[in-house]
T-cell receptor, first 116, second 111 residues
Framework: DAGVIQSPRHEVTEMGQEVTLRCKPISGHNSLFWYRQTMMRGLELLIYFNNNVPIDDSGMPEDRFSAKMPNASFSTLKIQPSEPRDSAVYFCASRRRDGSRSAGYTFGSGTRLTVV | TQLLEQSPQFLSIQEGENLTVYCNSS?????LQWYRQEPGEGPVLLVTVVTGGEVKKLKRLTFQFGDARKDSSLHITAAQPGDTGLYLC???????????FGSGTRLLVRP
């Protein structure tokens, strides 16, 4: 089991550029979550999917952010245009949605985004 | 405003000391989880508690869920440098599996 795979690990981009973050969840996990982590605000849930369908995107900061999950093994988070305040570590996590309250999330190693 | 407040925010202790981290809320959670995060990595699940009053032990770590399912604590006995990291509590309020994370406690255990 390779775990949740995120790419790239680091991204430095100029303000105004489009940024795409990628995530491959664990095979068999049917819930996927995108989080953003900053020192000031901690871990914030941006959006989550169940069976590839977006369920709750109330945490997406604004229209510049969009997320897709075209199939069970791939998701993207896109920021267009990027701004310096988007600088953060973005995490993807997956979970098996089996009715159990005990199962935890498995997180990827994150993408550190710096917008200059 | 954080739904889940953790205290203390920072803790620096000597190897061998005991410590307790608290996670408090005014909301009721159907389950609560504790994670540990090391620099450059994502959080890793330590334990899940689901029943009010539940106590779980993981080697030197003891986790407790409050009777009213609004708060939790993590107690570490005889801390070791390998325990250093960011400890996060996270609660689920319903069956949606959406986790709300606490503000975190950054622990440093000095040799």
């Amino acid at each position: 089991d390779a775990g949740v795979i995120q790419s790239p690990r680091h991204e430095v981009t100029e303000m105004g550029q489009e940024v795409t973050l990628r995530c491959k969840p664990i095979s068999g996990h049917n819930s996927l979550f995108w989080y953003r982590q900053t020192m000031m605000r901690g871990l914030e849930l941006l959006i989550y999917f169940n069976n590839n369908v977006p369920i709750d995107d109330s945490g997406m900061p604004e229209d510049r952010f969009s997320a897709k999950m075209p199939n069970a093994s791939f998701s993207t988070l896109k920021i267009q245009p990027s701004e310096p305040r988007d600088s953060a570590v973005y995490f993807c996590a997956s979970r098996r949605r089996d009715g159990s309250r005990s199962a935890g999330y498995t997180f990827g190693s994150g993408t550190r985004l710096t917008v200059v | 405003t954080q739904l889940l407040e953790q205290s203390p925010q920072f803790l620096s202790i000597q190897e061998g000391e005991n410590l307790t981290v608290y996670c408090n809320s005014s909301s009721v959670f159907s389950s609560l989880q504790w994670y540990r995060q090391e620099p450059g990595e994502g959080p890793v699940l330590l334990v899940t508690v689901v029943t009010g009053g539940e106590v779980k032990k993981l080697k030197r770590l003891t986790f407790q869920f409050g009777d009213a399912r609004k708060d939790s604590s993590l107690h570490i006995t005889a801390a070791q440098p390998g325990d250093t990291g960011l400890y996060l509590c996270a609660g689920a309020m319903d069956s949606s599996y959406k986790l709300i994370f606490g503000s975190g406690t950054r622990l440093l255990v000095r040799p």
